[in-house]
């Protein structure tokens, strides 16, 4: 399948390069070129098979969620020459990423579930149930781990230890809680419900920046609104448009990135099926048809463009 696993490019001006769970970083002059593979990871963990379209669907998502986002917080985002491929500011990383959650769903149920009733220093009220809504919105941080698992901190652990100044991250929860409610209607537009979702910020010149993705099934995770009440009235899992079914998929097959466990055979049939579920994804996001770039060579296709959008800047 033609797909991107890695990228091993040598661009003009290019100074630097990392390579991520998913993303291929080009550090290019004072730029910064991220190439999103298809590449997928869970439980921090890269899975050993691309799927895909998948990084065109977590571009093309991020660059639509990037630009409808400018109102409330400055980003990275400068242009997007491939539809793998977004091309902007290098901003220095806060070393934390700030997890919106308006439901109890994925991982911090699966901490409520085992008797926890204070997430990140939150603290949660008895007798939620899977998928509820919470009372408002929640930030649960993690801190940005470059390699291994992102772990769960709290604010006063982030101002403590001088992660962030604690001015800054009065800022930063500011930008994610505006950030999640016009996501939140954003989604309802197109009948789904943001659930919960990750944000990454950034500085240049004393300024912060929204980096990284946006309301991605990477970063985030939706229901369906039309079909949300009733499910939860009914005791009825919600169908979820994230990639939690891969997580899931993972932990009926035993594995959740622990040592001593093995990665489950991900078949040819369970490529497309996770591929269309991404494509599916895209298209209720964002209200838009997939447009499948059938490139016989992607690898070749994003060099050329990069270089052909470099030239010109």
């Avoid at 070129?33 to 439980?43: E, K, W």
């Avoid at 309301?215 to 609104?225: G, I």
């Avoid at 997939?290 to 470099?310: H, M, P, Y």
Wanted: glycine letters at 6%; a negative charge; aromatic letters at 10%.
């Amino acid at each position: 399948m033609n797909s991107i696993k890695e990228t091993n490019y040598n661009f003009k001006n290019q100074k630097a390069f990392y390579r991520g769970k998913v993303r291929d970083v080009y550090y290019i002059g004072k730029h910064v070129l991220m190439v999103a593979s298809d590449r997928i990871s869970a439980f921090d963990v890269v899975l050993p098979r691309p799927i895909p379209f998948k990084g065109q669907v977590l571009n093309q998502i991020a660059a639509k969620n990037l630009e409808a986002m400018r109102d409330i917080v400055p980003n990275w985002l400068i242009a997007t020459p491939d539809p793998n491929a977004s091309f902007g500011l290098n901003c220095e990383t806060f070393p934390v990423e700030m997890v919106v959650r308006g439901y109890l769903a994925g991982h911090a149920w699966r901490e409520y579930k085992s008797g926890k009733r204070s997430i990140c220093g939150v603290e949660l009220p008895e007798g939620i149930k899977e998928n509820d809504r919470l009372p408002t919105p929640i930030i649960t941080p993690t801190t940005k781990a470059h390699e291994g698992h992102d772990e769960d901190i709290s604010r006063e652990e982030i101002i403590t230890k001088e992660l962030v100044s604690e001015e800054k991250y009065k800022t930063l929860e500011k930008y994610a809680l505006a950030l999640f409610a016009k996501g939140t209607e954003m989604a309802l537009q197109n009948g789904l419900i943001l659930v919960d979702t990750k944000y990454e910020f950034g500085e240049l010149d004393n300024k912060i920046y929204l980096i990284d993705e946006v309301h991605t099934p990477d970063s985030s995770r939706f229901f369906y609104a039309a079909t949300y009440e009733e499910n939860q009235k009914n005791g009825i899992s919600q169908k979820q448009l994230s990639k939690e079914f891969v997580r899931e998929w993972l932990i009926e097959n035993n594995f959740q990135g622990k040592e001593g466990q093995t990665i489950p055979e991900m078949t040819d049939e369970k490529i497309e099926e996770i591929s269309n579920r991404y494509i599916e994804l895209y298209e209720k996001v964002t209200g838009e048809k997939f447009k499948k770039d059938k490139s016989a060579n992607i690898i070749e296709r994003v060099e050329k463009n990069v270089n052909d959008f470099l030239k010109q800047i």
